[in-house]
Antibody, heavy 119, light 107 residues
């Protein structure tokens, strides 16, 4: 089955760290860019970061720069998002999403993993 | 960064209505514009990419148009399953920003 499955969400204290993972299956993973997109409760979508197929090109939203690191392991068909110095603004459901090979749309999404930041 | 202005923020409509949602960008995005549908508690679903390319399996009542900095999503005849929130997204230059969303609800 073609799918993305996120894991690693949970409750973290302000200033803490968390590592999210996205496991891919059913398609040629190393052909695709992968993004992380988040959605705070009751709010809209916010693109967070993406990584190219080789893992050597990464971009981040300004609020994530210096705190979040995206990485991938093509041998394991997985993408990670290491998050540090978390604050309440980072509380959200985090989705990983595959970029279509041709037209840049995010054509496959995971079910999301919830990150809660609270003391 | 490319700013996105999506309008309206909400629209009340009836089954069979024609619904149009607009997305304006702060700079030319070379038609790298996608539209997504999201239902409560679910991940977004890609409807249209590259401004006008309908994704496989998406009903033909959905269409996308526009170029440069002005884009539209049209639902030609609203169906019960189309009540949802819709987002535009530009993928021309990082950060790949989303519009604020348009909630389509029942009149």
């Amino acid at each position: 089955e073609v799918q993305l499955v996120e894991s690693g969400g949970g409750l973290v204290q302000p200033g803490g760290s968390l590592r999210l993972s996205c496991a891919a299956s059913g398609f040629t993973f190393h052909n695709h860019w992968v993004s992380w997109v988040r959605q705070a409760p009751g709010k809209g979508l916010e693109w967070v970061a993406h990584i190219n197929p080789d893992g050597n090109l990464k971009n981040y939203v300004d609020s994530a720069k210096g705190r979040f690191t995206i990485s991938r392991d093509n041998a394991k068909n997985s993408v990670n998002l290491q998050m540090s110095s978390l604050n309440s603004a980072d509380a959200a459901t985090y989705y990983c999403a595959r970029t279509a090979a041709v037209d840049r749309g995010l054509d496959l999404w995971g079910q999301g993993t919830l990150v809660t930041v609270s003391s | 960064d490319t700013q996105m202005t999506q309008s309206p923020s909400s629209v009340s409509a009836s089954v069979g209505d024609r619904v149009t949602i607009t997305c304006r960008t702060s700079q030319d995005i070379n038609n790298w514009l996608a539209w997504y549908q999201q239902k409560p508690g679910r991940a977004p679903k890609l409807l249209i990419s590259a401004a006008s390319s309908l994704q496989s399996g998406v009903p033909s009542r959905f269409s996308g148009s526009g170029s440069g900095t002005h884009f539209t999503l049209t639902i030609s005849s609203l169906q019960p399953e189309d009540f949802a929130t819709y987002y535009c997204q530009q993928a021309n230059m990082s950060p790949d920003t989303f519009g604020q969303g348009t909630k389509v609800d029942m009149k």
